[in-house]
């Protein structure tokens, strides 16, 4: 794993999976959101699975997907209350803060870009006070576009320049990292491991991290 620091000036960088273990957003998803549903409704864990699986596979990808309004709508839940009620489970990937910092060190414009809706990115900022590194915090619902579409990354782009060629992504997602690599970006790498408690299910077609420490190892830019 090797960062090319001297050839970077701007950086992006997922949040969840790649800053922040995945493993809150998979436990709300996959066990306690399905739980709160199986109660509420007095269902079976199977019968769950059956309303809820054809909603996740139609929607994943999209910016519904990442919404908080839509899915309170479709499930009929708060979906922020429900997510409060596990929020003790949202934590740092290891060495992130590290990283982070490293990060702050050797570029003047580093930016947090996620699909996640902004009262989430709220309640994660509230948890773990993310927002101390970055220069700017964007959510895609606000650039109309989530970021595995093109779209997107022109948005990011018109929104404030950056050089692609000068720029490293960081992202736990191949989908977005295509996109990110049809934009142009010069430096990709993917997340070996999101979610401390799963094993990874893609493979990558791009480098992958398989820790926030051997990235720093890599020779630093005098400044
Ligand atoms: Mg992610």
Redesign the pocket.
Known sequence: MYIDWSNIETVLL?????LLD?HFDSHFWLDHLPQVYAQKHQLSDEEVQQIMMPLFENHAGTLNWYCVEFWSDALGLDIMQHKQEVSHKIGYRPAAQGFLQRCREQVDDLRLITNAHREVLNLKIEHTKLDQYFDQMVCSHELGAPKEQLEFWSSLHSMQGFDPDSTLFI???ETVLDAAHAFGIGHIFSIAE?DSQRERAQASKFPMLTSFTSAQEAPLKQR
């Open positions: 997922d949040m969840d999976g790649t995945l992202d736990d997602s999101p």
